[in-house]
């Protein structure tokens, strides 16, 4: 206060009093007043200053009231209503000073305050608690009479039974206010907050103050408040915590046999130094983590056991923020409430998030982004504000909130606080973690949970009550002080200067080791402190939430997950022109030119083409993968948040992977149309895009689930090339697949782990495609799978049956050696096979191709059969070649018709990719594996031979697939093995089985 203010005030204390001349007991009362704020020398030079302005004052109406406007004037300038407040009810203890309050006083009283802008009916209500001195007297519902006999204390009146009070206690409550005046009349002498508590004079009753008698029970504040509860329909809640103690999975113990009965509108505050437990104990508390021993009871409702019973119930505020940083102030608040009311139309909603607002105080930023920790848009404070919020909407009967005013200013914790006890005040309970608070904040709470190193109880009471414990614990000399004489302010470092007291060694100084241990103070807790009792009852609030159904879930997770990236720029930027630059750079590095002289690009003769599609399949994984690997990691926190609404995981996964696949699907089409147009790849866009959108689908969920799995983006970056090493090497193109390591691959088939590859799937699925697709080669496909099959019978194949049975025949004489008998099972099992593709009649005449029966007459009539199953080919050849020559005549048999033949050819057809899928340029052509040949050379014509129904491998490049008794065409087979493989990594990510196994392996 400053010196001119103090003066004015000296001044109208001076105008009212010399209305019937100054009495004593008024110059007494100033005196106190003087004494209250300064200290003895300022206060009688002040008084003097009064007495001045008594012997001075004019008595004139006219230039009374000037003077109390000027002076009323600077009031208002620096007073704030609380201020006033007290300013009012100083003038009317001075008034009634005599015992009268004159009607010229009375008049003088009222003007002041109008001119100070205080309503009416509150110095109404001071003047008739200033005059009341019968418990009868004190009859309106702004007050509370505390007393241990209730016998004349009427309907209308609050009333705190108090036994053994002498006397009683009355309180106002002001309307419209959150401020508490008490005075006592009786005989005994009370304190509050360790100070003599004056007798008939009212005293201002700040939060976490308590009055105490040498024979009365404490009367705490927040028993008083609790008693003025205007909500009559706010239900009770009983919580209780019954033993609960908590051992992490390394075996730490991280609580031990903790007791807590608390009831509806209560602030609670766990504090404690690092390392106590105290987030620990919030989490159990909430229901995040279960205990290893003990119970929490809501209602008598075990709140680990059957949490579907308190749906909506708990509300939880971690100390990180839970905002979408993307989004605005009212966009964080409207989902939140679309999320937890669909019975409420748009126009209730932004009802709601209006007066959400307006009470956070946050109206005038709505329209601001939230903005990252880094690059703020919004204050921290506005932060903690706007993430209580977002638990406000919902009202839940018990809040949660873990250190809500950290790395905050002063003023900005002080604002937080009060908004939490607001709601307590509304009948909330509230658990705060605190850390450090002021005196100011230390005393809003009701109760104060105390945790040592180890997770030990060590006190449970009342804030104020907790430093008067701790100082009677260790006997100091001001044990019975709990807050400064002179100010009223409570140091809460005391507890932690009294807990953590150090031993001091011989020469002084402080060394590591306690005086008193945690276990001795926890032993001290048992032994002083009991527990209270709560009662329980059985009906339970029944919340508001009309959580959305399924389908409604997905479309409001969607709309908000894509407002949130449509919103941020670099995102979009970087996603969207990714793929046409990598596109762009990749096609014309690879757009070859042959040495042809003619320095015309052709997209037959472009020998880069299946490296450009084995790139492609690449970026399509990397893009997927780095588009999707921090959708869930970055959402966790939210999600935490969101648990306690119980929505479907489900809906929030359909519309994260929805987003992504469409993110996914314009890439991919960017990407191809790029590329066919630099490239000159005609006819198979489609086909392209459908493949690479296919193999970034797969991508997409495989990082959703590393980004589900892992605790940090930077592991998860680190993990990204891992997961594409594989998909190179094991794709069969950096790595022929008949060059892995013998242990792993076998001639006849993919090796398992490269059907475990989608980029193996992708990149057969685009070569098959290519090939046999294009608008040049599908004319001629089914004649040239002729002619091939036929040149590899021809030419390879019976060649080797020949070589086998004259092997056979010069050894007749030898038949026991393991080579004849492979010799002999080969023989037999590969005719066999060609019965059944040319014809059974001459099968009879084979049974006797064994080692023991084979003889010179079956040698004859086997090799008869080789000599006319040649013809047979050879037959089958000629008459496909001579049909493709035919046709290959029909479609040039005119100019124009040639040019198109050749238009077709130069930019349909490749060569590179006819010589990758007829592996032409692999010496070996054909293969003797496991009693059986195996054709190297023509897989793209190849049909396949399964050994079961469900037996779909075949060799690389492979023209069909079989499948439970049915051939498919390798395109479609393979983008439904890759949406079956992306399938399954939905189901892993629905269940999270990454993250439990890779949770289970750190333990």
């Known amino acids: 206060m400053s010196e001119n203010l103090l003066n004015a005030l000296l001044e109208l204390f001076a105008i009212i009093a010399k209305k019937d001349t100054v009495t004593e007991d008024e110059r007494q009362n100033i005196k106190r007043f003087l004494e209250e704020h300064l200290n003895e020398e300022s206060a009688n030079r002040h008084l003097l200053i009064f007495d001045e302005f008594a012997n001075n004052s004019s008595t004139e109406e006219q230039t009374i009231k000037e003077s109390i406007n000027r002076i009323c004037k600077n009031i208002n300038q620096e007073f704030t209503t609380a201020q006033k407040i007290i300013l009012s009810l100083q003038l009317i203890e001075l008034i009634l000073a005599d015992g009268t309050i004159s009607e010229e006083e009375a008049e003088i009283l009222n003007y002041v305050s109008d001119q100070i802008k205080i309503p009416q009916e509150n110095i109404e209500e001071i003047k008739k608690f200033a005059v009341g001195k019968f418990s009868n007297e004190f009859s309106t519902h702004n007050c509370l009479i505390i007393s241990d006999n209730s016998e004349h204390i009427t309907a209308s009146t609050n009333f705190l039974f108090e036994a053994n009070l002498s006397g009683f206690i009355a309180v106002l409550k002001l309307p419209d206010s959150e401020m508490y005046f008490i005075k006592y009349i009786g005989n005994a002498q009370l304190n509050i907050n360790g100070h003599p508590l004056r007798n008939s004079l009212i005293t201002l009753f700040p939060p976490g103050s308590t009055i105490k008698g040498d024979k009365s029970q404490t009367v705490f504040y927040s028993d008083v408040v609790s008693k003025f509860k205007t909500d009559a329909d706010t239900p009770n809640i009983s919580f209780v915590a019954k033993d609960i103690s908590f051992t992490f999975p390394n075996g730490h113990t991280g609580l031990q046999k903790l007791n807590i009965a608390e009831d509806t509108g209560r602030l609670i505050g766990l504090m404690g130094a690092s390392g106590s437990g105290k987030s620990t104990l919030l989490n159990v508390l909430n229901g995040n983590d279960s205990p ?14 059957n949490p579907e019973a308190i749906k909506g119930i708990i509300g939880y505020v971690p100390q990180d923020d839970l905002l979408i940083e993307e989004l605005t102030v009212h966009q964080n608040l409207y989902f939140a409430a679309k999320l937890c009311f669909s019975d409420r139309t748009d126009h209730e909603i932004e009802e709601l998030v209006t ?19 880094l690059e703020k848009t919004i204050s921290g404070g506005q932060r903690k504000r706007l993430n209580i919020g977002l638990e406000l909407l919902r009202e839940p009967a018990v809040l949660f909130v873990d250190e809500p005013t950290s ?32 005196s100011d904040i230390f005393r809003m709470f009701d109760k104060l949970i105390i945790l040592d190193v180890g997770g030990y109880q060590i006190y449970y009471g009342n804030p104020v009550e907790a430093i008067t414990y701790f100082k009677n614990q260790v006997n100091t000399i001001d044990k019975n002080k709990g807050s400064c004489l002179e100010c009223g302010n409570v140091n809460p470092e005391q507890i932690f200067n009294i807990i953590e007291t150090k031993v001091v060694n011989e020469y002084g100084k402080a060394t590591e080791k306690r005086k008193i241990s945690p276990q001795k103070w926890y032993r001290l807790f048992n032994e002083n402190i009991k527990v209270p009792t709560v009662d329980q009852t059985d009906d339970l609030p029944k919340p508001e939430l009309r959580i959305p159904g399924w389908a409604q879930q997905i479309k409001l997770f ?18 969207l022109l990714e793929a046409p630059i990598l596109a762009l750079l990749l096609a014309y590095i690879i757009r070859y030119y042959p040495d042809n002289g003619k320095n015309e690009y052709l997209f037959v003769d472009n020998l880069n083409i299946p490296a450009f599609f084995f790139m492609s399949i690449i970026v ?13 990691i970055k959402d966790r926190k939210i999600l935490k948040r969101e648990s306690f609404l119980h929505l479907s995981r489900s809906s929030y996964l359909v519309s994260k992977i929805g987003i992504l696949f469409m993110f996914s699907a314009i890439q991919t089409f960017t990407y191809v149309i790029i590329g066919d147009v630099i490239l000159e790849i005609d006819g198979m866009s489609f086909i392209y895009w459908a493949i690479l959108f296919s193999t970034a689908c797969f991508a997409n969920l495989l990082g959703l689930n590393i980004s589900s799995a892992f605790n940090s983006a930077i592991t998860i970056y ?31 088939k993919v090796p398992f782990v490269g059907e475990i590859m989608a980029s193996r799937w992708a990149f057969e699925a685009s070569m098959v495609a290519q090939y046999r697709y294009n608008d040049f080669n599908q004319a001629f496909y089914t004649l040239d799978k002729q002619m091939a099959q036929s040149e590899y019978k021809t030419v390879y194949y019976i060649p080797k049956l020949e070589s086998k049975l004259e092997l056979l025949i ?12 492979e010799a002999i099972s080969l023989l037999r099992n590969e005719i066999a096979l060609e019965l059944e593709l040319v014809g059974k009649k001459q099968f009879e005449a084979f049974k006797q191709l064994n080692e023991k029966d084979f003889n010179m007459d079956t040698a004859e009539k086997t090799k008869s059969f080789l000599t006319a199953l040649k013809r047979f080919y050879n037959n089958v050849y000629n008459e496909a070649s001579s049909r493709k020559e035919k046709a290959i005549y029909i479609l040039t048999s005119t100019p124009e018709k040639k040019e198109r033949f050749e238009y077709l050819r130069a930019n349909y057809y490749n060569h590179s990719v006819a010589t990758l899928v007829k592996n032409t340029n692999d010496p070996d052509r054909i293969m003797e594996y496991n009693g059986q040949l195996i054709q190297k050379i023509f897989p793209i014509y190849m049909d396949p031979q399964p050994n079961h129904l469900f037996d779909f491998r075949t060799q690389f490049y492979s023209g069909k697939k079989y499948f439970v008794g049915y051939y498919f065409d390798t395109l479609a ?10 399938l399954l990594l939905y189901v892993t990510l629905y269940y999270d089985l990454l993250r439990k196994i890779v949770n289970f392996r750190q333990r």
Not at 561 to 575: A, E, G, P
Not at 620 to 632: D, Y
Not at 740 to 748: F, G
């Open 407 to 438: 790395g905050l200013s002063s003023r900005d914790s002080e604002n937080i606080m009060d908004l939490l006890k607001e709601l307590s005040l509304k009948g909330k309970m509230v658990f705060v973690v605190i850390h450090q608070p002021s």
């Open 558 to 575: 969607f709309r908000r997950d894509l407002k949130s990236k449509l919103s941020n720029r670099q995102y979009l930027l970087i996603n």
């Open 973 to 982: 087979f393979n983008l439904t093995i890759i949406w079956l493989m992306s």
């Open 620 to 632: 399509a994984l990397f893009m997927g993968l780095t588009v999707s690997a921090e959708e869930i």
């Open 292 to 305: 290893t021993e003990g119970k929490v009871l809501i209602n008598g409702i075990d709140l680990h056991r």
């Open 718 to 748: 680190i993990l990204i090339p891992i997961l594409l090493i594989p998909q190179l090497i094991l794709s069969g193109v950096v790595v022929k697949f008949d060059n892995l390591n013998q242990q792993i691959t076998t001639p006849d």
């Open 810 to 821: 010069n050894q007749l004489d030898n038949r026991e050696t393991k080579e004849f008998r």
């Open 355 to 373: 007066t959400t607002l307006t009470s956070l105080g946050l109206s005038e930023t709505k329209n601001l982004k939230v903005g990252s920790p």
